[in-house]
């Protein structure tokens, strides 16, 4: 599990386990598109040169230019064109010119849109749960930690050294967690982050993810923020996107549901770390949550 779970964005991103899936290098010119539908993956993108029109499904197109980072935790679809798109007959499909390295528009238009692009999965057994405590797309300009950190990453995916796996892991949660911290607080959507940027809700976070186990309740984190009970729960519900202690069992779901596939826990030992006095009642409560009891989810989960 966790040496500090106390910090939330480091919980959820440690629990995520993300792995790289591509990392690639795409150089384009003139006028090009590149779109997929068929997406279901985390993807990151970091401008090296020039300027392209980012459309993700269900959002409204941006503008990225050298320096800009855009992260977007669960892909469905997008469109990536030249500031102005090709007509309908130029082809689409980029050309691969090298490992890793591929080629949009037509071959004999000069290069002046360079991206490191990246997709990834989280390996984490509460996937869909823990995702949706982040926001739907970060888009951060001018953040020279981050746009350093991904050609690390493209670099350790190319090669094949020892302790590849382990470090990629790492690199990517740096960049998770420096990605989703840099992005502006007053424009995020309700969540998690947007909870941490509050400073009476931050404390109450930080004990929801230190203290799985323990005994939380609304009066008692309220109390801790200095608000009353009403002021607090509605606080909470309005930056979070949910009431706390949906938000805490929420939490201890997906804290269970990793603790279930990696086993070595009897469901006693799992229950007391998530909160709840006996296997029964941790039992009812998980096939309340997960429409399964947490045998049948660790059989089917279990590596």
Same mark, same amino acid.
């Given at each position: ?77 997008? /469109? ?66 981050? /746009? ?8 350790? /995916? ?146």
């Amino acid at each position: 599990m966790l040496d500090n779970p106390a910090d939330p964005l480091t919980s959820v991103v440690t629990l995520l386990k993300p792995a790289v899936s591509i990392s690639k290098m795409v150089e384009a010119g003139g006028h090009w598109m590149v779109e997929r539908h068929d997406m279901a993956s985390p993807f990151y993108c970091a401008m090296v040169e020039g300027q392209c029109r980012l459309h993700v499904t269900g959002r409204d197109p941006v503008t990225l230019a050298a320096g800009d980072f855009v992260l977007i935790p669960h892909l469905q679809g997008f /469109t990536m064109s030249s500031e102005v798109p090709p007509p309908p007959h130029v082809p689409r499909l980029p050309l691969e010119t090298g490992p890793g390295r591929f080629r949009l528009g037509l071959s004999e238009a000069p290069v002046d849109v360079r991206a490191l692009v990246g997709h990834c999965r989280f390996d984490a057994p509460a996937n869909d749960l823990l995702v949706s405590l982040l926001p739907e797309m970060i888009h951060v300009l001018g953040q020279s930690r981050l /746009t350093a950190l991904v050609p690390i990453i493209h670099e350790e /995916t190319r090669a094949d050294r020892p302790g590849r796996g382990m470090i990629l892991e790492r690199l990517l949660e740096v960049l998770l967690i420096e990605a989703l911290r840099s992005g502006p607080a007053a424009t995020l959507p309700p969540g998690l982050l947007r909870g941490l940027s509050d400073p009476q809700l931050a404390s109450a976070l930080r004990r929801i993810h230190a203290e799985a186990g323990g005994a939380l309740s609304v009066s008692d984190m309220a109390k801790e923020a200095g608000m009353s009970r009403s002021g607090f729960f509605e606080r909470f519900r309005r930056q979070v996107g949910c009431a706390p202690m949906e938000y805490a069992t929420e939490w201890r779901m997906a804290v269970a549901k990793t603790l279930l596939r990696q086993g070595g826990l009897t469901n006693t030992e799992i229950a007391l770390k998530v909160g709840y006095g006996s296997a029964s009642a941790f039992g009812l409560a998980f096939v309340r949550h997960e429409g399964q009891s947490p045998g049948a989810f660790a059989n089917k989960n279990r590596r």
